[in-house]
DNA sequence: CGCCGATATTCCATATCGGAAACAACGATG
DNA sequence: CATCGTTGTTTCCGATATGGAATATCGGCG
């Protein structure tokens, strides 16, 4: 199972897609819409048709110019090469959560102020965002949101404004080119007898790795912000699983 | 200009996107195939077939029953609700990317191990994830991936793996029920003229301003972990730009 | 003034989508 | 045991959207 997303900018009426971009990028390289068109394998009448509908709602994002030696050319406005670094931009913060591990643990609400919620969950409360109604949530975290600290070097709670702290061993690391995977077992809360030993993925990188000496077996405190923790009503069902990629 | 995206899972060769999940959803609720038609007013063969398509790449997701006093009915099984939460969980974590805050700091890239390449910008060297080939990058950092610390309680580089740090001072606040967006106006890199001052936005709850005390005026310390800090390619252009939802 | 390469426009083929209608299954009911 | 009602299954047809071939237009240059 493979998580993906279309990502798309919608302004006034038109929805800037994939494709628009790609259009955009090609009219850039090529400079004309007949050459973007070749080069893309697309019919010119679309690819025109396309550029002129964004217009209509966006505003100039094409130079056109008819005839001369080379027979004319296009070139992209200042507005249109804005909009390729917006896309970027977004393309990037959602490939993001695409390609990073996320761990869930799920329980039942216990206090609840306004959309943050404390969540008790089978390693202890958790702070995270949460739709207002839920009354039991699965907290999702990304593994590039956990942070990892030596058991002796915890900030204190008052000098810092991250709010969930997990004490757990690691359990193993998968090493890629320059950042690691680290799997951790979280310590079980006292009052709590959840059968699955619940685990966290973190992300970091291999320098920190190297500063913090971690290896199989050593304990470690994980740290998360609770507004990069985000809760789903699961007022139904109730599980705690790691969701590899 | 509005950010927004279509999720969608893959599954060998279906994609179960929205539209399906509300289907399965409306299944659910309904008891029957014909019952989902009629709420969602859609023709009953289109989603019929729909079901069927999608069972031929993930298997059982619907049991079905036909003849009865009341004719008959369908009810999901334990595959399909789980790909419900899966996508709920999906959801749930680009739906924060939408939501949330970023900033963007650009500069050449000075130093690379892989992935992870070492950026000079205004305010000093970031540590972010960046494509391999990028000479120039602008860093994109999510202001929900931004820890605030007091100036006294900064954690020690060796006892962390949060690589990136950055001091500043509070210029304003934005109180919403439970969380506050802090905007920080950072120090500038002492051998930098940027002419724009570099702002930071963070997310954090409201009881975080409480106990460190924010408000306009104070300093602070900022931190971002480089597997949170996402570089995107930008070999042409050049701006620092913070980016309202 | 004709040429050339590019931009605009018209029109048609095709695939996809959605829905109406007929058909089959199955248990309750009399 | 025939009938009935509800639901699942299948077939077929029309509407809509998508993509492309052919055509017309433009304008500097030699």
């Given at each position: 199972?493979e998580?993906?997303?279309?990502?798309y900018?919608r302004?006034?009426?038109?929805?800037v897609?994939r494709?628009?971009?790609e259009m955009?990028?090609?009219?850039d390289?090529?400079?004309?819409l007949s050459?973007?068109?070749?080069a893309?394998?697309r019919?010119?009448?679309?690819l025109?048709?396309r550029?002129?509908?964004?217009?209509?709602s966006?505003g100039?994002l094409?130079?056109r110019?008819?005839g001369g030696?080379?027979?004319?050319g296009?070139?992209?406005?200042?507005?249109?090469?804005?909009l390729?670094v917006?896309?970027?931009?977004?393309?990037?913060?959602?490939?993001?959560?695409?390609r990073v591990d996320?761990t869930?643990?799920?329980?039942?609400?216990?206090?609840?102020?306004g959309e943050l919620?404390?969540?008790e969950t089978?390693?202890g409360?958790?702070?995270?965002?949460?739709?207002?109604?839920?009354?039991?949530v699965?907290?999702?975290?990304?593994?590039?949101?956990v942070?990892?600290?030596?058991?002796?070097?915890v900030?204190?709670?008052?000098?810092?404004s991250?709010?969930?702290?997990f004490?757990?061993?690691?359990t193993w690391?998968?090493?890629?080119a320059?950042v690691?995977?680290?799997?951790?077992?979280?310590?079980r809360?006292?009052?709590?007898?959840?059968?699955?030993?619940?685990?966290l993925?973190?992300?970091?990188?291999?320098?920190?790795v190297?500063?913090?000496?971690?290896?199989?077996g050593r304990?470690?405190?994980?740290?998360?912000?609770?507004?990069?923790?985000?809760?789903?009503?699961r007022d139904?069902l109730?599980a705690?699983?790691?969701?590899?990629n």
């Amino acid at each position: 199972m493979e998580k993906a997303f279309d990502p798309y900018l919608r302004i006034d009426d038109v929805t800037v897609d994939r494709s628009d971009v790609e259009m955009l990028r090609a009219i850039d390289d090529c400079g004309s819409l007949s050459g973007a068109a070749d080069a893309l394998e697309r019919s010119y009448p679309r690819l025109q048709q396309r550029v002129v509908a964004l217009e209509q709602s966006i505003g100039p994002l094409v130079e056109r110019t008819r005839g001369g030696a080379d027979g004319g050319g296009s070139s992209l406005t200042e507005t249109a090469r804005e909009l390729l670094v917006r896309f970027d931009r977004l393309v990037a913060a959602y490939e993001g959560v695409a390609r990073v591990d996320e761990t869930a643990l799920s329980g039942p609400v216990v206090d609840r102020d306004g959309e943050l919620a404390t969540v008790e969950t089978s390693v202890g409360a958790v702070l995270a965002v949460a739709p207002a109604d839920a009354a039991r949530v699965a907290v999702t975290i990304r593994s590039d949101a956990v942070s990892l600290h030596a058991p002796s070097e915890v900030p204190r709670p008052e000098g810092t404004s991250v709010r969930n702290r997990f004490s757990g061993t690691i359990t193993w690391l998968d090493t890629g080119a320059a950042v690691v995977r680290v799997g951790i077992e979280l310590e079980r809360d006292t009052n709590s007898d959840g059968a699955e030993p619940p685990e966290l993925v973190a992300l970091v990188t291999r320098q920190s790795v190297e500063t913090l000496e971690l290896e199989p077996g050593r304990s470690i405190v994980a740290s998360v912000k609770a507004t990069a923790a985000r809760g789903i009503a699961r007022d139904e069902l109730d599980a705690v699983s790691t969701d590899a990629n």
